[in-house]
């Protein structure tokens, strides 16, 4: 599995409110992601982080802030949250093998009422 | 722009038949391509990867996909499948960015259904 695990695993929150994700990682690979799973869309990318403290956007970055302030540890923080942001979160972390796969984590769910 | 295009929405096999997935890719170069699965309530598993060398790459549980670039596509199959096989596959695409960092890009998913 990668080592990867994410918190919390299930969330209600309510619009408005500051939502922090936890993805946590064992292996010290560099690169770690962020995406969003929706019906229809199959998974989106929110943020990555190449290194402590490089992050970039994705496709679907609006509304969504990432820190990594150490290699074990990328967290997404929604400020303010609304319900479009209901959804399913994944983390992952990409190998430096050759064809660079990416591993994911077992995801939380979000549900912002 | 690129794009990762999975046609079938929803395919119903029956136990013991064969499967194929599909899978298309719109990208100026060849890229690195991946099947994962996704069981109800589960994270995605890598299935197999295409990144260079032999056209058909086999990977785990039985599937065996083929990249053929005259027609950009990297379509999964396995020979006869099981009820357990029944969950959601995607085909994925890493896409190179302006800063050399891979991204990974997702078709839509074609989610299987197992009849006995």
């Known amino acids: 599995d990668a080592g990867i695990t994410q918190s919390p695993r299930h969330k209600v929150t309510e619009t408005g409110t500051p939502v922090t994700l936890r993805c946590h990682q064992t292996?010290?690979?560099?690169?770690m992601y962020w995406y969003r799973q929706d019906p229809g869309h199959g998974l989106r990318l929110i943020h990555y982080?190449?290194?402590?403290?490089?992050?970039d956007k994705g496709e679907v970055s609006d509304g969504y802030s990432v820190s990594r302030s150490k290699t074990e540890d990328f967290l997404l923080t929604l400020e303010s949250a609304t319900s479009s942001q209901t959804s399913v979160y994944f983390c992952?972390?990409?190998?430096?093998?050759?064809?660079?796969?990416?591993?994911f984590g077992p995801g939380t769910r979000l549900t912002v009422l | 722009a690129q794009s990762v295009t999975q046609p079938d929405i929803h395919i119903t096999v029956s136990e013991g038949a064969s499967l194929e997935l599909r899978c298309n890719y719109s990208?100026?170069?060849?890229?690195?391509l991946f099947w994962y699965v996704q069981s109800p309530g589960q994270g995605l598993q890598l299935l197999l990867k295409?990144?260079?060398?032999?056209?058909l790459v086999q990977g785990i549980k039985g599937f065996e996909a083929e990249f053929k670039r005259s027609q950009s596509s990297f379509n999964l199959r396995k020979p006869s499948v099981h009820w357990s096989d029944a969950a959601e596959y995607f085909c994925?695409?890493?896409?190179?960015?302006?800063?050399?960092?891979?991204?990974?890009?997702f078709g839509t998913g074609t989610r299987l259904t197992i009849i006995p």
């Open positions: 992952a972390i990409r190998t430096d093998t050759p064809g660079n796969e990416q591993f």
């Open positions: 982080s190449y290194g402590v403290k490089d992050t």
């Open positions: 292996e010290n690979h560099r690169y």
């Open positions: 990208y100026g170069a060849t890229p690195y």
């Open positions: 994925a695409v890493v896409l190179l960015s302006n800063f050399g960092n891979e991204k990974l890009t």
């Open positions: 295409y990144f260079s060398g032999d056209t």
